[in-house]
């Protein structure tokens, strides 16, 4: 077999593919025929001697070998861009660019918070900041997509280093003038009279806690639903009622007094964990590494 390397035109159309999930897409994406690309795929799937993509009625997923194939292309591709990276003399920290995606949670206060302090010393160092699912988040870092991912975690996942951990315990959240915020810990039980806000099923606390309800046998009918935790904290903030979250989530406002974060006991309300991930085995460029560093130090705050 002859080897390719990462900037082989065959294995920069499959990666494209494997992103767009659709050769037409990719193919608009790369500003070539369609048929070009195909060729290119078909190309590298007979020196392989394995199919790497699988058609569907809406487009084309990788194969089982298309997965492993894409997962080393992502590593080697990024850890060319490094090498060019330093090349241009950005290692040297006055210049890079930092991936981010995370939780939205942790973009209101947290995140924000640690780049600006971050930046006083390393003025050159931009970032973007994706907001996403808790395992979107981990997904693109497996894809290479985000250098670092800040999330909520429930099971080790492949292809991820886990390079920092915290508990990500739920608490109850409100107002200071509220009724329960006195109260040193609470259970489900005890928010049953007052209004509820809830993120939406496809965040971990909504996991955990229609889990645990269900364990229990609770029925809560949530006076407010959304998929923007702003709302939700702002909610709680105005005594509107109860939110839930993590502490790390509302750092900054609970030092500052807008909110009170109260411990819930029950049983498997803490069995998340929020994770700092990066991609296994990836040796990330020096401003990825530096920035990691500030935020283990300030997750450890």
Do not use: W
Request: charged content about 20%; some cysteine.
């Amino acid at each position: 077999m002859q080897p390719y390397g990462i900037q082989s035109t065959a294995l920069r159309y499959f990666l494209e593919v494997v992103r767009c999930g659709s050769i037409s897409e990719a193919s608009q994406r790369l500003n070539v025929a369609a048929s070009a690309v195909s060729r290119q795929i078909a190309k590298l799937e007979r020196e392989l001697e394995t199919p790497l993509l699988e058609r569907r009625a809406r487009g084309v997923v990788p194969s089982a070998a298309g997965e492993r194939l894409a997962v080393h292309a992502h590593k080697a591709q990024l850890a060319s861009e490094q090498v060019a990276a330093e090349l241009r003399g950005l290692a040297d920290l006055r210049r890079g660019q930092v991936r981010l995606a995370t939780t939205e949670g942790f973009s209101l206060d947290f995140l924000p918070e640690v780049i600006v302090a971050f930046r006083q010393g390393y003025a050159g160092i931009h970032f973007s900041l994706e907001v996403c699912a808790p395992a979107a988040v981990t997904r693109r870092v497996q894809e290479g997509d985000a250098d670092l991912g800040l999330t909520f975690s429930l099971r080790p996942e492949p292809d991820i280093s886990v390079d920092a951990t915290l508990s990500g315990a739920i608490e109850a959240v409100v107002a200071p003038e509220h009724p329960l915020a006195g109260r040193t810990g609470l259970t489900l039980a005890d928010l049953q009279p007052f209004p509820l806000a809830l993120p939406m099923p496809d965040t971990t606390v909504r996991q955990l806690f229609d889990i645990c309800c269900g364990v229990q046998g609770l029925s809560f009918e949530p006076v407010l639903v959304s998929n923007n935790m702003q709302a939700l904290y702002r909610f709680a903030a105005l005594g509107g009622g109860v939110a839930l979250s993590s502490e790390l989530s509302l750092r900054s406002r609970l030092r500052e007094g807008q909110l009170v974060a109260l411990p819930l006991l029950d049983e498997g309300l803490a069995a998340r964990r929020i994770e700092l991930q990066s991609m296994a085995g990836r040796e990330l460029p020096p401003a990825v590494t530096a920035f990691r560093q500030a935020l283990i130090g300030a997750l450890g705050r």
